[in-house]
């Protein structure tokens, strides 16, 4: 995959510019100060590499910069809790 590949959606951090292609990836990662990088951020990196020369899959490294540039979404505890249904038997009104 070339470096202008694009994820489904743009992703859109806090500040800057949105995140549409791989080299707009490696570019936000190259651009955080030392404090915000680490190990993960690397290998986030190398990731986006790997699949920008096509040794590497494209939607989980989307998945990947989604979780750096957002954090973690807890899906579970945003999720509304499920309502028991009511069914009701009997001659319609």
């Known amino acids: 995959m070339p470096w202008n590949s694009r994820f ?15 080299k707009d990836a490696l570019d936000y990662i190259s651009a955080l100060p030392p404090s915000e990088q680490s190990a ?3 290998e986030i ?4 590499e790997m699949a920008a020369r ?4 494209l939607r989980p490294t ?4 989604v979780r750096l540039v957002h954090g973690p979404i807890a899906i579970a505890d945003e999720a509304p809790a499920e309502q028991p249904v009511t069914v009701r038997r009997g ?3």
């Open 40 to 42: 993960i951020t690397q």
């Open 62 to 65: 989307e998945a990947c910069m």
């Open 54 to 57: 096509g040794s590497g899959p």
């Open 91 to 93: 001659r319609p009104s």
């Open 45 to 48: 990196a190398d990731a986006v």
């Open 8 to 22: 489904i959606k743009p992703i859109v951090p806090a500040k800057g510019r949105p995140i549409a292609t791989l």
